[in-house]
């Protein structure tokens, strides 16, 4: 159990519509990162928020957006889903200073 | 460009043994490591992890060795176990004030433990 919690865990989706995933971190913790993997392959880091800022992003495209919340959870948006976009979406937390990054279970997002 | 790489998709063990998983990084800004394990259908775990300044770092039955020279980890499991059995991931992170959740991950190494 490591505290961090997403929703929804399961959910299709139309090509070309829009999604919505939502992390609440682990008590305590200030920084949310969000990753996608995809089957086969090891997560990939899309982006990070602290203090409810981007801070980092890795090699995704603007329609994926996120926020995060004064008590410290996140949304993870993605706009004009395509099939590719077909993927276990992962969050995690850390603390500032702290060195273990702690994931939750994951949404598996289907785009039909 | 891959600058985590797990080269073996796959090791097999029998019970009681030593696994070793094995990887190798490219980018000489990281400067922490993490073992993470994933079971089908829920999210990573976090195992072990190792700072750059150590080249060892032993948990319980798990032991994470770090060669800084060669750009190699390597994560060992004594002995190893059924429940063992699982996708494991090596990750890495980049020095900096505020890369606390920026880790770039391996393929991952699915290790299955036989009774």
């Known amino acids: 159990e490591t505290g961090v919690t997403q929703s929804p865990t399961h959910l299709i989706k139309t090509r070309g519509q829009q999604v919505t995933l939502r992390c609440s971190s682990q008590?305590?913790?200030?920084?949310v990162s969000w990753y996608q993997q995809a089957l086969g392959q090891g997560p990939q880091f899309i982006f990070q928020y602290y203090r409810e800022e981007e801070n980092g992003r890795g090699n995704f495209p603007p329609r994926f957006s996120g926020l995060q919340f004064p008590n410290y959870s996140s949304e993870l948006n993605v706009n004009a889903l395509e099939l590719d976009d077909s993927a276990l979406y992962l969050c995690?937390?850390?603390?500032?200073?702290?060195?273990?990054?702690?994931f939750g279970e994951g949404s598996w997002l289907t785009v039909v | 460009d891959q600058q985590v790489k797990q080269n073996s998709p796959s090791l097999s063990v029998q019970e009681g043994r030593i696994s070793i998983l094995n990887c190798d990084y490219t980018n000489s800004m990281f400067d922490y490591f993490l073992w993470y394990k994933k079971y089908p259908a829920e999210g990573p775990t976090f195992l072990i992890s190792i700072s750059s300044i150590k080249d060892k770092n032993e948990d319980g039955r798990f032991t994470v060795f770090l060669n800084k020279s060669a750009k190699h980890l390597s994560l060992h499991i004594v002995p190893s176990q059924p429940g063992d059995s699982a996708v494991y991931f090596c990750?890495?992170?980049?020095?900096?004030?505020?890369?606390?959740?920026?880790?770039?991950f391996g393929q991952g190494t699915i290790l299955t433990v036989h009774p």
């Open positions: 995690a937390s850390s603390s500032t200073g702290g060195n273990t990054i702690y």
């Open positions: 008590s305590g913790h200030n920084t």
């Open positions: 990750a890495a992170r980049p020095s900096g004030g505020t890369s606390y959740g920026k880790l770039t």
